[in-house]
T-cell receptor, first 114, second 110 residues
């Protein structure tokens, strides 16, 4: 079975541009979360989507937006890029049981803003 | 914002040594998880602890959840070079949202 897939794996943008990152969750998983990870630090929560609806939002500016499609894939959009947006963007699909959930991560999209 | 602090931030030890990584928060979580991340890859789940005071063992790794479900520790016995990586704790809230710790970068020198 395919794991979580993300595209593109690497990209370079300049300040002020916008970027769209894509994620396909594990088959059967209906929830997708996005995280931003700066080198050497822990991932910071950006968004969580479940059944196409936003379930949670982290402390990120409105330049960050996302959506989930009927096939449960997801896009993360970032407008008006800043140098500080350079990071690894991770997508995770979630499987949840009665007591807890488990995140399955993709390999990430590494964004460099020049 | 639910903040999880990990200590130490960096750890470099010789093969065969023991080590403990700590994860502390002022928030209560429904579960706490530990992940390991290697360069160029996403984090991979090692263990989930749910009950306050719970202890889980995974080969040479021992995980403990604090009684108040606010903190956790990871102990590695006889570390090996293959244990090298970024160790992350993550607290789960009641909405299945996860908040990650600041990370501990471990290097095990052969």
């Amino acid at each position: 079975d395919a794991g979580v897939t993300q595209s593109p794996t690497h990209l370079i943008k300049t300040r002020g541009q916008h970027v769209t990152l894509r994620c396909s969750p594990i088959s059967g998983h209906k929830s997708v979360s996005w995280y931003q990870q700066v080198l050497g630090q822990g991932p910071q929560f950006i968004f969580q989507y479940y059944e196409k609806e936003e379930r949670g939002r982290g402390n990120f500016p409105d330049r960050f937006s996302a959506r989930q499609f009927p096939n449960y894939s997801s896009e993360l959009n970032v407008n008006a890029l800043l140098l500080g947006d350079s990071a690894l963007y991770l997508c995770a699909s979630l499987t949840a049981t009665k007591n807890t959930g488990e995140l399955f991560f993709g390999e990430g999209s590494r964004l460099t803003v020049l | 914002t639910q903040l999880l602090e990990q200590s130490p931030q960096f750890l470099s030890i010789q093969e065969g040594e023991n080590l403990t990584v700590y994860c502390n928060s002022s928030s209560v979580f429904s579960s706490l998880q530990w992940y390991r991340q290697e360069p160029g890859e996403g984090p991979v789940l090692l263990v989930t602890v749910v009950t306050g005071g719970e202890v889980k063992k995974l080969k040479r790794l021992t995980f403990q959840f604090g009684d108040a479900r606010k903190d956790s520790s990871l102990h590695i016995t006889a570390a090996q070079p293959g244990d090298t990586g970024l160790y992350l704790c993550a607290g789960e809230d009641t909405g299945n949202q996860f908040y990650f710790g600041t990370g501990t970068s471990l290097t095990v020198i052969p």
